[in-house]
């Protein structure tokens, strides 16, 4: 495509030579010369001058002098669809049932369902119109996959599980697996059995390795939108809301309910029964024992609010040194006293 | 059930109605007319009184006066029994080996064992009487599996590894992967061979995604009745006691040893090499680097006696101001000694 | 064997009983009369007179006077040696494709091959000679596998990933799932498309149930002679560069490069878009937030350079305590200028 092509496609204004031929995307730091790309971020605007890109997607405020580009309103939404365009989905399970997977006589699948090698689909399960299951899938008894999802290789979805809509599930999760439930008798364990299910709604994607245990009663529940990174553990009857973002490793412990557009980084640990309000972000490697209110930063562990915990962080950096300091003062009294001591009738 | 069944089942005093009638069971929070609930620590007491539940177990101590219950002494574990009772085990996995299964001839099966599709059982292993084996298990060479064991789908036991009885295995856990072993010669690093195994014994229950690798030589071991939650990691040669529990995304380094009746929260670390002894709690992301006592209660990164942690944990709240009244201090000082020093002569 | 042989296989010099005779290898506390066993680092020296070790590799500086012992340069490259020798490789995967995989008529295997039961290998995807697929492996579109490789069971390399000779992937491990790319666009997220490959050189080895994901566009990079623990997290983008040693349960955000010869403990996390130089050491559970010089030595979370991290950890002990001897000076103060103040006329 040419440089007017992608201009004229994203309704965006060339600057410079809009003949160019463009073959493909990069980052800023990899494009060559037939190579488009994108500046969003300000930041990362230093890296215009020495880039080969062909031509870079750029907002109004960043136009530079010198070289050919697309000035559009939001230069990442343009360019994730120009990789939907220049990377268009490629169909990697063929429609149909392969003749390797073992599929229960009891189950339902919609039109034009994908179903890989060795996939098992078990009594009473329904797979939704579109669906695509990567080999190996495992779906237990009286499972739901809505429509359109996209289930990768290696993925358990245990009895009982409900998928809604366009959900995708990356390799190796597991959805459905026994919450982490034990009752103390004697100085034994005895097993609670976890009877209840897991809820899936719309749109939501998860991650790779991530597991998504069963509700012992009632379900565990993550709402339409939200993204959970891989290696994620959530667990028994816990809640998530909407199009929350939750990033890799991070664990949530038994019962805890977390609201609307909440954002986790990484490595995040919460304890059960938590309410957590909507809006709320929280630092990576956050420790968090305590409710949280709607709208609030915070980080640390145990969190604490932003704000407090960099002052506190800030603050640790001089302790060392502020310990000699006490110390140095409290001599000074001391000599002040001997002094006052001597001068003593 | 009735209301007077459920009592006399559970040896439990009805005040109230013992005629209505119960269909099904649930958290206090969600509990209809027809459904049963309990109580059992006195935290939750305060639910009692908004509960749409039919009828509550609840202890001598919390007997509230204007609703049906059944007094037990343990109303947890009468619930428990109750769960067993009105959502029994259901048969996912049917006894006999189906057809898609790969296994060796030499595997030696259990009777009544249930080998789920596309299992795989390679030469020398066994199967004990009564073990469910769900889809795309994977159980390697010599490998041995007690009875009443579940194994849940994609779980790989490899070469060697021994389970007891009754073991319970979630989705995905991978038991006798190799240990992190690596000897540097010159700048790179030599495998070292990994050829001891892993034993777990009876009634031990280990969770989705979780990872024991073998031993270098000997074994790796969990003793019996411990319960290690989903996404853990126990490196080779770690020794677990009995009646363990360890909750999600904990990792334990080579080589360390846990007394019994030990219990670690979500995120915990340990080093390798450490002797932990009996009876020792961990809170939540821990990070322990050093042996711990018997009977210890240990919280932080690093980890510190509990009383230690929170002590400075509620200081580090105060340590910014604590640096503003120091300087405080010192401008303090240095004014008297200036007024000292225009006083001398 | 002999201790005479063993001592002449390793270029040893034996001190006691050249006729022993050893039949296994066993750690010092475990070896019996008929075990070899090693010591390598001094703070074992002290196990050497209560083992029952028939023989003990000894480097020249650990001598001692009463039992049989085999004095060589390097113990543990030797015990090394005598475990490749005392326990060779197995081959637990025939020769050849077993009749349950499923493998794609334009795929490409090299000679020698072994692939397992229930394997899946997709359209475009080659296995170099000698390499070593165990049951349940997926491998992708298009996915290249080097030589003389080991894939465990239940892995997934999906579409395009390339792996080099000799790599060794733990089970479960997913190599080349979506990198975790969102951009908002009004009050959701839009999913941007994952175009690009995971390319892990040769000699690298990948623990059980660890994630890498793809690039975006691009190439997630694992450098030679790398070994990856389990359960860990390698995001789109990140490279990582030559015989780095990564423990159990990292994790590493998108974008962020890592030089050679780095070593990071168990549970750390790095941010994304970090630079990390050559031979860089990160203490267990640090969090990393800033990019970091090669030849540094950081820990904590915030990490920090550990000799200051290891001031800060020092002085919290006393911080309870610091807060006290504050308030008393404090106090002092007051009275001091309370006597001024009365002494003022």
Same sequence: chains 1, 2, 3.
Wanted: charged share 20%.
């Amino acid at each position: 495509m040419t440089v007017g092509e992608i201009a004229e496609l994203l309704h965006g204004r060339v600057i410079g030579n809009t003949q160019a031929t463009i073959r493909g995307l990069a980052k800023i730091e990899e494009a060559g010369p037939e190579d488009l790309t994108f500046v969003a971020n300000p930041k990362y605007a230093k890296y215009l001058e020495e880039s080969h890109a062909g031509v870079v997607l750029i907002s109004p405020a960043l136009i530079p002098s010198d070289r050919t580009v697309i000035v559009v309103d939001d230069p990442y939404l343009c360019f994730v669809r120009l990789l939907e365009i220049f990377y268009p989905a490629v169909r990697e399970v063929e429609i149909g049932v392969h003749a390797s997977a073992v599929v229960d006589a009891t189950a339902v699948l919609g039109e034009q369902v994908a179903i890989g090698a060795h996939c098992v689909i078990e009594s009473g399960a329904r797979v939704g119109a579109g669906s695509v299951l990567f080999p190996h899938t495992f779906v237990g008894c009286d499972a739901v996959i809505g429509e359109a999802c996209t289930i990768h290789s290696h993925v358990s979805l245990r009895r009982g599980v409900r998928l809604g809509n366009r959900v995708v599930i990356q390799n190796g999760a597991v959805i459905g697996s026994d919450g982490f439930g034990f009752a103390a008798e004697m100085d034994k364990f005895r097993k609670i059995p976890q009877v209840g299910i897991v809820v899936i709604e719309d749109d939501v994607e998860i991650g790779a390795n991530t597991t998504i245990d069963r509700a012992t009663i009632g379900q565990t529940l993550i709402r339409s939108g939200t993204k959970i990174d891989n290696l994620c553990q959530i667990a028994h009857n816990v809640t998530i809301g909407r199009h929350c973002v939750i990033a890799a490793q991070t664990g949530i412990a038994g019962s805890t309910s977390i609201g609307d557009h909440c954002q986790l980084g990484g490595q995040v640990g919460m304890v059960g029964h938590l309410k957590i309000g909507d809006g709320v972000m929280f630092g990576a490697q956050s420790g968090v024992s305590n409710n949280v209110a709607s709208g609030s930063i915070v980080s640390g562990s145990p969190s604490r609010p932003i704000a407090m915990w960099r002052r506190i962080e800030a603050s640790l950096n001089r302790l060392p040194d502020l310990l000699k300091r006490v110390r140095e003062i409290e001599k000074q009294l001391d000599n002040q006293s001997a002094r006052v001591d001597e001068k003593k009738p």
